[in-house]
């Protein structure tokens, strides 16, 4: 028995492997989450980490529950 060593596939080609309408679902929710948070960040003037974490968790529907 010999073992063949498989060859790592790169980032790219897994990509072009994801179905075409999870990529366009996947592409459509980091637009609107970068669009958000620069929009966050200016319109409320707040840190772009922040308006990143407000971002989030919206989209993830958490809930702002640990801020006081």
Do not use: N
Not at 16 to 34: E, S
Not at 41 to 68: C, H, M, N, W
Request: aromatic share 20%.
């Amino acid at each position: 028995w010999t073992k063949s060593k498989a060859r790592k596939r790169t980032p790219w080609e897994v990509w072009q492997d994801v179905k075409i309408g999870y990529r366009y679902a996947f592409l459509g929710v980091a637009l609107l989450a970068t669009f958000s948070t620069v929009f966050f960040a200016k319109a409320l003037q707040l840190r772009p980490s922040e308006a990143f974490y407000f971002v989030v968790t919206t989209l993830t529907t958490t809930g702002y529950g640990d801020i006081t």
